[in-house]
Structures are given as C-alpha cells and as structure tokens.
Nanobody
Framework: QVQLVESGGGLVRPGGSLRLSCAASGRTFDTYTMGWFRQTPGKEREFVAS????????YYSDSVKGRFTLSKDNGRYTGYLQMNNMKAGDTAVYYC?????????????????WGQGTQVTVSS
C-alpha cells in the first residue's frame, strides 16, 4: 500500500507561480510512476503530468507543457510540481497519484493510489 500526502496549494495571481509537493510512503517507491491530475466541478479528472521515479522521465499534457515542471527528491520520496506562468484555467483541485511500473498513462483509472487533493486557485 502506498500513501500519498500533498501540500502546497493556495491562491496565486495570473502569471504567478506555485509549487505542489507529494510525499510518498509505505513502499519503496523506485519502481513507481507518479502522476498529477486536476479536477474542476462537473468535469472529469484531467491528466497534468507524470514522472518515472527510477529514471526521472517526465510527460506533460499540452495544456501545461512549457509552464509546469516535475522534479523529485529520491531520498525523501517526494515529488514536486512547479507551476509557472499560471492562468485562470489552471484553477482546480490537484491530485498526485501513483502506479506500480515504469509506464505512464493519462487515465486516472490506471492509478490506484491517490493523495487527498489540494486546491489551487488562480485569480486576481
């Protein structure tokens, strides 16, 4: 069983930056992929980005490519989502997730482990 705890959400102005953290525990995380999703009321959970924990390879949705960056701290099993040049359309509850294996998927159904979610609001 993997437990994920997120932190770092909040209110930010358009064009501003925010960094989310996701701390994993319960298993050796080296063979997992961490994914990030976001969700707004009435909509399905949307893929944002993912990172392969072993080799650090990252994948981004087109909507965040070039603005968001994933990184990880291997020793702390903590992943980070750095969000820059934020837009109103980035407003959502952000979730980190995890799945065993090196392959990344964009469907939330492929990730069995989830954090509690953190609210991110982009507004002036």
């Amino acid at each position: 069983q993997v437990q994920l705890v997120e932190s770092g959400g909040g209110l930010v102005r358009p064009g501003g930056s925010l960094r989310l953290s996701c701390a994993a525990s319960g298993r050796t995380f080296d063979t997992y992929t961490m994914g990030w999703f976001r969700q707004t009321p009435g909509k399905e959970r949307e893929f944002v980005a993912s990172i392969n924990w072993r080799n650090g390879r990252t994948y981004y949705s087109d909507s965040v490519k070039g603005r968001f960056t994933l990184s990880k701290d291997n020793g702390r099993y903590t992943g980070y989502l750095q969000m820059n040049n934020m837009k109103a359309g980035d407003t959502a509850v952000y979730y980190c997730s995890a799945r065993l294996g090196a392959h990344w998927f964009s469907s939330p159904n492929d990730y069995p482990y989830w954090g509690q979610g953190t609210q991110v609001t982009v507004s002036s």
